[in-house]
């Protein structure tokens, strides 16, 4: 099962869960966490469903590259780190 | 009525401010250390909203009960799906950066320049369709911004199916039916920032605000990028006015009872985005335009920056308070219509909007 984790800096805001799911996908994964709590989903994808541009997804410690389709592959063991980029906000 | 109940949305938090034994304090903190770009002060009921912008995790509203003891995050407005190849600024929320009702509806404007509705005093949302489809919409850029941007929201007490809104770089539009059809209402304003042949089209305007008096609907003011404008009928026409020390600015507060008096915070210029000489005042006519009058008594006048963006100056109920808050944190109060300011704090975060209620 992928792990999928948020970071700590949301909690003062929404409930983040701490996810293991079989998606073979990000979306999909993602999609697992928002189920658990559908307001986290505003808070990470914007109104067209894309990642939003200060929020960055690290995979097995390399960077999410499909950032409005979120297809990149989740593996079995994968660890999905949903963290705030340092480029803004 | 005198009222005696303010808000600052800041940088940093929502200040409620209170005025107790004739002056202004702190009196609650919401929201601390987060930005509050806009709020709609509580109704009777004390019902409130505040419209957070997050920098990293997006623009967030949150609704209260009871006049902002306890909030709860309620839907911020979102875009629809947009349609591949859809020109114009992509169809997401930037900031809500005007809250207004007009009878049963909460209205909200943003940016990228959607307008949206709540029948349900903002728990949910739905985004005008007809003047999101307006054609000339994608002739709408922005002014200080990426995206074109909402900021002024005038319903007509006469009507509550009327409204007039002011975009930068947008104009002013007019409905008369609640939203379902609307019209330009520009006439008049000139935009230097256009080539010439071009500076009197409506839809480029770039009204930094634009704000009705109460009592006298018919009559509009607008602190314009490139001066003040008047309306005295219902914004079908626009006429420029002259104020010393400037005519640029932001912000401008329509005094609720006269159609004659209105307050105006200058500064050097466009370019030049500073209290002229240093010396921070408010100008005030009371006469329609023809004169203005420069407020100091209170204000800083040595070495002062400090800048009012377009809603940090308001004015109450009564027409006799004002307050002001600025871009580096002072905030100033008036009972006496601007004649003298009282500093209720010199270091507050920066101040985006100022309302009582």
């Known amino acids: 099962m992928a792990r999928i984790e948020f970071t700590p800096q949301l909690r003062r805001f929404v409930d983040t869960p701490v996810v293991d799911t079989a998606a073979a996908v990000l979306r999909e994964g993602l999609d697992a966490a928002f189920e658990f709590n559908p307001k986290l989903r505003g808070y990470i994808l914007d109104d067209q469903g894309h990642l939003r541009h200060n929020v960055v997804i690290f995979i097995d410690g390399r960077r999410a590259r499909d950032l409005r389709g979120l297809t990149d592959p989740l593996g079995p063991d994968s660890r999905v780190h949903v963290l705030q980029a340092l480029s803004g906000g | 009525m005198s009222q005696d109940r303010?808000?600052?949305?800041?940088r940093k938090g929502l200040f409620e401010l209170r005025r107790r034994g004739g002056s202004w304090q702190v009196e609650n903190i919401s929201f601390l250390a987060e930005p509050v770009s806009m709020l709609l002060p509580p109704d009777a009921s004390g019902r409130m909203l505040?419209?957070?912008?997050?920098?990293?995790?997006?623009?967030?509203?949150?609704?209260?009960?009871?006049?902002?003891?306890?909030?709860?995050?309620?839907?911020?407005?979102?875009?629809?799906?947009?349609?591949?190849?859809?020109?114009?600024?992509?169809?997401?929320?930037?900031q809500?950066?005007?809250?207004?009702?007009?009878?049963?509806?909460?209205?909200?404007?943003?940016?990228?320049g959607g307008l949206f509705a709540s029948r349900d005093g903002g728990e949910t949302?739905?985004?005008?369709?007809?003047?999101?489809?307006?054609?000339?919409?994608?002739?709408?850029?922005?002014?200080?911004?990426?995206?074109?941007?909402?900021?002024?929201?005038?319903?007509?007490?006469?009507?509550?199916?009327?409204l007039l809104l002011g975009i930068s770089?947008?104009?002013?539009?007019?409905?008369?039916?609640?939203?379902?059809?609307?019209?330009?209402?520009?006439?008049?304003?000139?935009?230097?920032f256009m080539p010439p042949e071009?500076?009197?089209?409506?839809?480029?305007?770039?009204?930094?605000?634009?704000?009705?008096?109460?009592?006298?609907?018919d009559v509009l003011w607008c602190?314009?990028?490139?001066?003040?404008?008047r309306s005295a009928d219902n914004g079908a026409s626009w006429t420029e006015l002259t104020a010393k020390p400037s005519s640029f600015g932001f912000a401008v507060a329509a005094h609720p009872g006269n159609g004659d008096t209105a307050w105006f915070v200058p500064a050097v210029k466009d370019e030049r985005r500073i209290p002229v000489d240093g010396a921070l005042c408010v100008t005030r006519t009371r006469d329609g335009g023809k004169t203005f009058e420069a407020l100091r008594t209170g204000l800083p006048q040595q070495h002062c920056y400090d800048l009012i963006f377009r809603h940090g100056l308001a004015v109450d109920d009564s027409g006799e308070q004002l307050v002001m808050g600025s871009t580096t944190?002072?905030?100033?109060?008036?009972t006496d219509a601007g004649d003298s300011w009282q500093t209720v704090s010199a270091h507050l975060p920066p101040i985006y909007a100022v309302k009582f209620g």
């Open chain 2, 50 to 94: 505040a419209a957070l912008n997050l920098g990293h995790f997006g623009t967030k509203l949150h609704a209260s009960d009871d006049a902002g003891k306890t909030w709860r995050e309620v839907a911020a407005p979102s875009y629809p799906p947009q349609p591949e190849g859809a020109e114009g600024p992509e169809w997401k929320l930037l």
């Open chain 2, 96 to 112: 809500i950066w005007s809250l207004e009702r007009a009878g049963d509806t909460v209205w909200a404007g943003t940016i990228p």
């Open chain 2, 223 to 229: 602190q314009h990028h490139n001066g003040i404008f």
């Open chain 2, 198 to 217: 071009q500076a009197g089209e409506e839809n480029v305007q770039d009204p930094h605000l634009i704000a009705r008096c109460r009592d006298v609907p």
């Open chain 2, 6 to 10: 303010a808000w600052a949305a800041t």
């Open chain 2, 329 to 334: 944190g002072g905030l100033w109060a008036s």
């Open chain 2, 169 to 192: 770089c947008g104009g002013a539009w007019r409905t008369t039916d609640g939203g379902q059809t609307w019209g330009l209402r520009a006439k008049g304003m000139r935009a230097e």
């Open chain 2, 125 to 162: 949302w739905q985004i005008n369709e007809p003047l999101w489809n307006e054609p000339k919409r994608l002739g709408w850029f922005g002014g200080g911004n990426d995206a074109p941007a909402m900021h002024s929201i005038c319903p007509d007490p006469r009507n509550p199916a009327e």
